[in-house]
């Protein structure tokens, strides 16, 4: 069986996660101790007590998912012997991706945890609080083509473009305020359910340019190494494994579509995988991976007795 490790991005995070992996394994408290140095701040204690505010602003949320992922990863490999090099790939959604190469020992934990930080100050500082949006196309006639069309009609009233293609049914525009508004309209017109997400920037658009600018000068002073499992790339939906390479493609993705459904189908028919793991908070994307992959098996590892009982099944 080819497996691949997927790691959850932000929407993922509530209040107690990583509590019991803390309790139950040392190694956890390691890592969650390690990104509260790294940042200089409390984090885990957030992650813990809350509340459910702090954490879910964008520069709280993206390191401590990260956290939660690595403390999972860290915890398999020193309990039970199961590493990283179990997989044949590695792919993570939107700040997801820092938590595969760390996990694949590309990126080292407490730089993940700084470009996180970072990352999340950056897209907030981007476009100011209210001027974007973004929305989740949802139903049986939300795909790519109408997502497509509907952004179209809204980008008459400013930017307003494709920023997530999780899977059929669920597809995320983002971009100015007037324009996502515009664009909900025209995707009802064409049959489709729409939501305003409760989101504090509009990511992956053109809007975020100046947070891609920052990440470029972080990213490139950082230090990464070629990852011990390649990573399926959000802007490409395909594998990388050159350090130079994946710098460049990180700083596309603040920008860039994350092109979910087609990495986990490239995953499945070009990588040969059947089964994905899903390290770290929730269990959203072992949903999708089912949705997208009806025959692989979904596995979410995020309580301590999901790491046994995945371990067991190897």
Same mark, same amino acid.
């Given at each position: ?25 040392? *190694? ?6 390690? $990104? ?13 007590? /809350?509340?459910?505010?702090? %954490?879910?602003? *964008? !520069? ?18 020193? !309990? ?12 993570? +959604?939107? %700040? ?52 497509e069309a509907a952004a179209e009609a809204g980008s008459a009233k400013g930017v307003c473009v494709v920023a997530n293609d999780n899977n059929q049914g669920n597809v995320v525009i983002s971009g100015d305020k007037a324009a996502v508004d515009a664009a909900i309209e025209a995707a ?13 920037? @509009?990511? +992956? ?15 490139? !002073?950082?230090?990464?190494?070629? @990852?011990?499992?390649?990573? $399926? ?7 990388? +494994? ?8 990180? $700083? !596309? ?11 986990? /189908? ?7 995988? *059947? ?23 979904? *596995? ?13 099944? %190897?």
């Amino acid at each position: 069986m080819s497996l691949a490790f997927i790691f959850p991005g932000q929407g993922s995070q509530a209040v107690g996660m990583g509590a019991d992996l803390a309790e139950a394994f040392s *190694t956890a408290r390691e890592v969650f101790q390690e $990104v509260d140095d790294a940042l200089g701040q409390r984090l885990f204690r957030l992650m813990r007590e /809350g509340p459910e505010d702090q %954490l879910t602003l *964008t !520069e709280n949320a993206q390191p401590a998912l990260m956290a939660v992922s690595m403390a999972v990863m860290r915890a398999l490999q020193s !309990e039970f012997g199961v590493g990283v090099e179990k997989a044949a790939f590695v792919a993570g +959604h939107s %700040l997801g991706e820092y938590s595969a190469l760390a996990a694949a020992g590309s990126l080292g934990l407490a730089d993940a945890a700084r470009l996180l930080k970072l990352r999340g100050q950056a897209m907030q500082r981007a476009v100011p609080v209210g001027a974007g949006a973004m929305a989740s196309l949802i139903g049986p006639k939300a795909d790519v083509a109408l997502a497509e069309a509907a952004a179209e009609a809204g980008s008459a009233k400013g930017v307003c473009v494709v920023a997530n293609d999780n899977n059929q049914g669920n597809v995320v525009i983002s971009g100015d305020k007037a324009a996502v508004d515009a664009a909900i309209e025209a995707a009802k017109a064409l049959g489709a359910r729409a939501i305003l997400l409760n989101v504090s920037a @509009p990511f +992956h658009c053109p809007l975020m340019q100046p947070a891609a600018e920052e990440m470029a000068e972080a990213l490139a !002073e950082a230090r990464i190494a070629a @990852p011990r499992a390649p990573l $399926v790339a959000n802007v490409t939906a395909r594998p990388v +494994h050159d350090p130079d390479e994946i710098r460049r493609l990180l $700083v !596309e993705q603040v920008t860039g579509r994350v092109r979910w459904r087609e990495s986990m /189908g490239w995953l499945a028919d070009a990588g040969g995988v *059947t089964r994905f793991v899903e390290a770290g908070a929730g269990k959203v994307l072992s949903g999708m991976a089912k949705r997208i992959v009806p025959d692989a098996e979904a *596995t979410p590892l995020n309580a301590p007795a999901d790491l046994e009982a995945f371990a067991s099944s %190897l």
